[in-house]
T-cell receptor, first 111, second 109 residues
């Protein structure tokens, strides 16, 4: 079945550590996105990519990095520079100007 | 001003009620609009795309008012299972989708 797979589902990190969240899609979508959601809040855009080997910063890119070496994959690295990384991270993909399809999310907790 | 704004609610309504949510957007160039439903600790799922002419799917009706830059979602005959957070999203340029903070709906017996 086509869809978006995020891993891991739950992740614990010590302060000062970098972590990478995986996002893979087999929907053949050109565009991919990373959002962050805090409790009781909406979705805030971290990074997005319209095509392979290209990506743009969203509204809260500081402390995060991404790569888009393959169409199917858009991993997100949460670096130690991100001061408050505990959150629910959602990856999504779409055709241009189309609706987003979301993965099940990754819940990151900093200990 | 945020690009997409919603009334956070919560909206507490009895079963069978009609409830309406509004969402305003600031980017007049936005072309695509969507309503998503999000259950607690789950990913958002598409409820409806919003077209200029308005669209209806069963008990749900979405409308777009470009002149006033808002979109609306109407839910008729509310069910307990409609309890969730409803997110509106609008294209913010470069085909990125920007979301509002979400409106919580609680339907009670």
């Amino acid at each position: 079945d086509g869809g978006i797979t995020q891993s891991p589902k739950y992740l614990f990190r010590k302060e000062g550590q970098n972590v990478t969240l995986s996002c893979e899609q087999n929907l053949n979508h050109d565009a991919m996105y990373w959002y962050r959601q805090d409790p009781g809040q909406g979705l805030r855009l971290i990074y997005y990519s319209q095509i392979v080997n290209d990506f743009q910063k969203g509204d809260i890119a500081e402390g995060y990095s991404v790569s888009r070496e393959k169409k199917e994959s858009f991993p997100l690295t949460v670096t130690s520079a991100q001061k408050n990384p505990t959150a629910f991270y959602l990856c999504a993909s779409s055709i241009p100007a189309g609706e987003l399809f979301f993965g099940e999310g990754s819940r990151l907790t900093v200990l | 001003r945020k690009e997409v704004e919603q009334d956070p609610g919560p909206f507490n309504v009895p079963e069978g009620a009609t409830v309406a949510f509004n969402c305003t957007y600031s980017n007049s160039a936005s072309q695509s609009f969507f309503w998503y439903r999000q259950d607690c600790r789950k990913e958002p799922k598409l409820l409806m795309s919003v077209y200029s002419s308005g669209n209806e799917d069963g008990r749900f009706t979405a409308q777009l008012n470009r002149a006033s830059q808002y979109i609306s979602l109407l839910i008729r005959d509310s069910k307990l299972s409609d309890s969730a957070t409803y997110l509106c999203g609008g294209s913010g340029g470069y085909n990125k989708l920007i979301f509002g903070a979400g409106t919580r709906l609680a339907v009670h017996p």
